[in-house]
């Protein structure tokens, strides 16, 4: 696991503390398929708009699936850029790495276009499928107000004036869909280590 | 929140009675509180009032439903969509296509669509935008794209795909083809080609305002027969700007209160086959303004002042 760096004085710090102790109060995260049971097949469109099922890609290797919350997150900038590195370093066609992301108006190419090898980001439009496992949550209104008068709005980002966000998640599946990891902390300034991922499934990080 | 917290609640919501809804999602009326009761900590505040024998959804509550709908639709689409994607069964879709919308557009989500949904039977309409309205609401059209007009039904959900500005087009020889500021005389000495269907209308405002009264003339229902009468030299065109046909040009002058914005939209409440919602979220999740249609545009539309020959336009 790695840790990003962030400042605990300034207002965002405070919110996403407040926010992290809502979450954990709640128990969120709880109802996601646990290590050694089946990820549900569904199927989303891609960064062209193309219909993909999980299906497609566990058919063909092993996969990690990482739920996003968009570039505008710094987190999720860092966890790319880990990604990144970790593919170019992988042997290709080891593992499938797919990106789920919520936002919404080409926000999935945009991600896409962020690696140097091709990686499929899939559109989780309304968060159906975050909600499916568990992952979605209401943000609350004091950070959606902080968001907001920051020029951060949500609602135009993810299409839906619902307030929701993923708690950023990353899951290894083997070839047959059942998880053999899974990081998931509503905590979104930790993500997971990608090579803890690439051992749960017997390669080489 | 969880998947059976949100099915209880919009249960509950639906039928203002927290008994009838327990029975209807088969579980104990306390497991079913206990669930809502837990959604309205999350969401830091209750969600339904409960007085004597009454069940209200609370101002919470109500702004919370459509949203929280979405998504559970969302999430039984994405499971849906995969089961039937495996059966290939037969998936027919109407959809309506604006005729201020290019058509140039949809290929990608065509092919993807039928990649995806081998069954797929599509029926496409053109039109212009209030008659896609009523036809959706009349359910002869599953999903419409299009720039809904103001007095569209509240029924409708709608996502936004991306902006446009209505524009003047006229061939390369045009008098008014550099001009960067309307005068009353420019708006009256030509005439107009509608191309919406509503009289030119933003432009004739705009006129008013300056004092002037434009003449619409000629009416089109389709970019290319605009094309045609503006070559023709009947006129001028008054059409979004990413649908002004290759040779002609978009007029440099803008217009204020042209602005538009295409969405795809859907009558709320009402079940979506498969392959309506499978090309709702096609639509969503594209991206409309970046990479090939730029390209695409950038190519083949000439809105940029600097005027080049048209090779098919009358000579200047």
Redesign the interface.
């Known amino acids: 696991m790695f840790q990003s760096d962030s400042d605990p004085a300034t207002t965002y710090g405070r919110l996403a503390d407040d926010l992290v102790g809502r979450l954990r109060h709640l128990g969120l995260g709880q109802a996601v398929p646990r290590i050694g049971q089946a990820m549900p097949d569904f199927a989303l469109p891609d960064e062209r708009g193309r219909l993909r099922r999980l299906d497609e890609f566990t058919g063909s290797g092993p996969v990690v699936i990482s739920f996003l919350r968009g570039r505008w997150c710094p987190y999720c900038e860092a966890e790319l850029v880990a990604w990144n590195r970790t593919l170019a370093a992988a042997t290709p066609g080891t593992f499938t790495l797919l990106c789920i992301v919520a936002q919404t108006g080409g926000a999935a190419a945009d991600i896409s276009g962020c690696f140097s090898a091709p990686v499929t980001v899939l559109c989780d439009v309304d968060h159906g499928l975050a909600l499916e496992l568990g992952l979605a949550f209401h943000v609350g209104e004091p950070l959606l107000r902080q968001m907001a008068s920051d020029g951060l709005d949500l609602a135009a980002l993810y299409g839906t004036a619902a307030g929701l966000l993923p708690i950023p998640a990353t899951f290894a599946l083997d070839r047959q869909g059942i998880v053999r990891a899974a990081f998931v902390e509503p905590d979104f300034r930790l993500r997971a280590e990608p090579a803890d991922m690439l051992r749960a499934l017997g390669l080489s990080g | ?3 059976h917290q ?1 099915r209880y609640f919009i249960a509950a919501a639906r039928l203002l009675n927290f008994t009838r809804a327990a029975l209807e999602c088969n579980v104990s009326q306390p497991a079913l509180t206990k669930a809502i009761l ?1 959604l309205e ?4 505040g209750p969600l339904f009032r409960r007085e004597r024998a009454r069940t209200h959804l609370t101002e919470l509550g109500k702004a ?1 439903l459509p ?2 709908q ?10 849906q ?3 039937d ?2 059966r290939a069964t037969v998936a027919p879709l109407s959809i309506g296509i604006s005729r201020i919308v290019s058509d140039e557009l949809f290929a ?2 065509f092919r ?2 039928q ?3 081998a069954g797929i039977e599509l029926g496409v309409t053109a039109g212009g935008d209030r008659e896609l309205v009523e036809l959706a609401m009349a359910g002869s059209l599953d999903v419409i794209v299009l720039a809904l007009p103001p007095d569209a039904p509240e029924r409708f959900e709608r ?3 991306f902006a446009d500005e209505f524009r003047i087009a006229v061939h390369a020889g045009h008098a008014l083809v550099e001009t960067q500021r309307l005068t009353p005389a420019d708006l009256e000495n030509e005439a107009w080609i509608d191309l919406a269907g509503d009289g030119c209308e933003a432009l004739s405002r705009f006129a008013a305002t300056a004092g002037a009264a434009i003449a619409v003339r000629h009416q089109a229902q389709h970019a290319g027969m605009v094309r045609q009468l503006v070559l023709g030299g009947l006129g001028c065109g008054w059409l979004p700007r990413r649908i002004i046909p290759p040779s002609l040009v978009a007029v440099p002058a803008t217009v204020p209160g042209s602005g538009i914005e295409i969405v795809v939209a859907s009558v709320a409440g009402r079940r979506r086959a498969v392959a309506a919602d ?1 090309f709702l ?11 090939e249609n730029t390209a695409h545009i950038a190519a083949g539309y000439r809105t940029d002042a600097t005027l080049r020959p048209s090779p098919d336009g009358p000579s200047a």
Not at chain 2, 70 to 79: E, K, P, S
Not at chain 2, 282 to 287: D, I, K, L, Q, V
Request: charged share 25%.
């Open positions: 929140m969880e998947m949100v837990k900590e999350e969401f830091g919370m949203h929280l979405r998504t559970f639709d969302a999430a039984q689409a994405a499971r969509l995969a089961r994607m495996e990608p989500i993807d669509l990649a995806a949904l996502w936004p795909l499978a979220r096609a639509c969503r999740a594209h991206s409309w303004t970046d990479g």
